[in-house]
């Protein structure tokens, strides 16, 4: 009769801590996931310092990068169009004309 109520106290204990343990687990997880959260969120609204030399030469650099998004299209309607021509496509000039100006939109484009 002891050792029956000695097993059901047991029992009841390790239940109570089993409880506890996941009670203070879900609460420990809730904290680090907020903890996270704040971090990320103060690094979006914090503002980045500039680097050094920032504003000077940025026009080349856009001019740079327009040049090379041209070439790669253009490209890319060439080999474009030579493909529908090889294959006989009759509307080939459209389409490469097509295939330019979709690569040209940063949007739907790759380059």
Known sequence: LALDALLEGALVALGDARFLTSVVGAALSTVSSAVVVLVLWLFLIAPAPPPPGAGQGWRRG?????????????????????????????LWPALALLVFWLGWLPIVGSA
């Open 62 to 90: 856009t001019h740079v990068y327009v040049r090379w998004r041209i070439l790669i299209c253009l490209g890319k309607a060439a080999l474009s169009a030579a493909l529908y021509v090889a294959l006989g496509v009759p």
